[in-house]
């Protein structure tokens, strides 16, 4: 195969030509992307909880959200009488405030930000099927319009789903050696831990169970880190504890309780039932990895002989698993006996979903990447599916 081709009578590289359309096609489809939620945005009318938190709490809608004084105020009602999610509901108030245009962006930013940083979770870059992936994923998934568009609904389940992918992010690439920090960066991830604990006990959930099985899991290389690494991770889990800590166990968390059923349900696992779709395609994933990742051995044997366990390469859908997968699952056991688990709620659960179904869509296509074609026709198909999908979602919020 030629390896430069003559346009207009100059000779450029097949190489540089495929490197420019991979960025023309990720920076264009980045743009569809923010112009779609954009558009989103500004034509979703107002939920009656934007409107609610528009007021301090308590006030009988006497006092706006409008001055350092009425946000604490206000901050205070939540974490005494209804829950320990005061970060969210206080900005609701502060951007009710303001213009609807500057909501409106910032969330667009936050929205595409998100999308992106999970890509980057378990790949060294975000590629054009990386990000069409996890946008995909989103886009099939349950409430799109109340996640994403509403003021209250973008900050109780975007905003802290975003601070949690940013902290996998940089937690799981430095404690595996991918990433390194300076002492300020490390300060700053350490302070970080504690505001996405303290945003939201889904979160809190998570990102707790997160921190578990990649420290329990790897316990031996944890005791092999030099010494700042180790106080830095144990700061890094402690403080994430205490900001988790605060708003599970926060007063109005119990007093709400107290006035619902907490006997163990298996409601819980409507989300589930209601995401079935992207987890059924998100589990096939793993399959063909396991097996693009042994496809060598099972050719070998060609499936004549029992082939053993130990032969396999399980490190790709280990990781996957046992550091994402099974937190996921874990921190579900406590909705069991919350009875109010909505389908919103579920986002943070999906980050792990999605961190491990974009790895995969990479892995495949790379695995595939001779086949340019097959791959840019398969980008091209999918890209229709996902925005035919995505249009009609932007007209209901269910």
Same mark, same amino acid.
């Given at each position: 195969?030629?390896?430069?081709?003559?346009?207009?009578?100059?000779?450029?590289?097949?190489?540089?030509?495929?490197?420019?359309?991979?960025?023309?096609?990720?920076?264009?489809?980045?743009?569809?992307?923010?112009?779609?939620?954009?558009?989103?945005?500004?034509?979703?009318?107002?939920?009656?909880?934007?409107?609610?938190?528009?007021?301090?709490?308590?006030?009988?809608?006497?006092?706006?959200?409008?001055?350092?004084?009425?946000?604490?105020?206000?901050?205070?009602?939540?974490?005494?009488?209804?829950?320990?999610?005061?970060?969210?509901?206080?900005?609701?108030?502060?951007?009710?405030?303001?213009?609807?245009?500057?909501?409106?962006?910032?969330?667009?930013?936050? *929205?595409?930000?998100?999308?992106?940083?999970?890509?980057?979770?378990?790949?060294?870059?975000?590629?054009?099927?990386?990000?069409?992936?996890?946008?995909?994923?989103?886009?099939?998934?349950?409430?799109?319009?109340?996640?994403?568009?509403?003021?209250?609904?973008?900050?109780?389940?975007?905003?802290?789903?975003?601070?949690?992918?940013?902290?996998?992010?940089? &937690?799981?690439?430095?404690?595996?050696?991918?990433?390194?920090?300076?002492?300020?960066?490390?300060?700053?991830?350490?302070?970080?831990?504690?505001?996405?604990?303290?945003?939201?006990?889904?979160?809190?959930?998570?990102?707790?169970?997160?921190? &578990?099985?990649?420290?329990?899991?790897?316990?031996?290389?944890?005791?092999?880190?030099?010494?700042?690494?180790?106080?830095?991770?144990?700061?890094?889990?402690?403080?994430?504890?205490?900001?988790?800590?605060?708003?599970?166990?926060?007063?109005?968390?119990?007093?709400?309780?107290?006035?619902?059923?907490?006997?163990?349900?298996?409601?819980?696992?409507?989300?589930?039932?209601?995401?079935?779709?992207?987890?059924?395609?998100?589990?096939?994933?793993?399959?063909?990895?396991?097996?693009?990742?042994?496809?060598?051995?099972?050719?070998?044997?060609?499936?004549?002989?029992?082939?053993?366990?130990?032969?396999?390469?399980?490190?790709?859908?280990?990781?996957?698993?046992?550091?994402?997968?099974?937190?996921?699952?874990?921190?579900?056991?406590?909705?069991?006996?919350?009875?109010?688990?909505?389908?919103?709620? *579920?986002?943070?659960?999906?980050?792990?979903?999605?961190?491990?179904?974009?790895?995969?869509?990479?892995?495949?296509?790379?695995?595939?990447?001779?086949?340019?074609?097959?791959?840019?026709?398969?980008?091209?198909?999918?890209?229709?599916?996902?925005?035919?999908?995505?249009?009609?979602?932007?007209?209901?919020?269910?």
């Amino acid at each position: 195969m030629e390896k430069e081709i003559n346009i207009f009578g100059i000779k450029i590289e097949r190489k540089k030509i495929s490197n420019f359309i991979k960025l023309a096609s990720k920076i264009g489809l980045i743009i569809l992307i923010l112009g779609s939620i954009f558009i989103l945005n500004h034509s979703v009318l107002l939920s009656p909880d934007d409107y609610n938190y528009t007021w301090v709490q308590g006030s009988n809608m006497t006092k706006r959200v409008d001055s350092i004084e009425n946000c604490i105020e206000t901050a205070k009602f939540f974490y005494n009488n209804w829950t320990g999610r005061i970060i969210p509901h206080v900005l609701v108030g502060i951007f009710r405030n303001l213009n609807p245009m500057v909501f409106e962006i910032v969330n667009t930013l936050v *929205f595409m930000l998100f999308v992106i940083v999970i890509t980057k979770v378990l790949n060294k870059k975000s590629s054009f099927l990386g990000i069409l992936s996890v946008f995909g994923y989103l886009a099939f998934s349950m409430m799109f319009g109340e996640k994403f568009a509403w003021i209250s609904g973008s900050l109780n389940y975007l905003w802290p789903s975003a601070f949690l992918a940013i902290f996998i992010y940089f &937690v799981y690439n430095y404690f595996i050696g991918e990433k390194e920090l300076n002492k300020l960066q490390k300060v700053l991830l350490i302070l970080y831990s504690f505001i996405v604990g303290f945003s939201h006990e889904n979160v809190a959930f998570v990102g707790g169970a997160f921190l &578990v099985c990649l420290i329990l899991f790897n316990i031996k290389k944890v005791l092999k880190f030099d010494l700042k690494k180790k106080i830095t991770i144990s700061l890094i889990f402690i403080v994430f504890c205490l900001g988790a800590f605060a708003t599970i166990f926060a007063p109005g968390n119990f007093k709400r309780v107290n006035e619902t059923d907490t006997s163990f349900s298996w409601l819980f696992l409507q989300n589930y039932k209601d995401n079935i779709k992207v987890l059924i395609v998100t589990g096939i994933s793993i399959i063909t990895v396991f097996v693009l990742n042994n496809i060598e051995l099972i050719k070998t044997e060609k499936l004549k002989s029992f082939i053993s366990l130990k032969k396999f390469n399980f490190d790709i859908v280990k990781e996957e698993i046992l550091y994402f997968l099974l937190p996921a699952l874990i921190a579900t056991i406590p909705m069991a006996i919350i009875s109010y688990f909505p389908p919103r709620a *579920f986002l943070a659960y999906e980050v792990m979903f999605m961190i491990i179904f974009s790895k995969n869509v990479c892995f495949i296509a790379k695995y595939f990447e001779k086949h340019e074609i097959l791959i840019a026709i398969a980008s091209i198909v999918l890209t229709l599916v996902v925005f035919g999908r995505f249009s009609p979602s932007t007209l209901r919020t269910n």
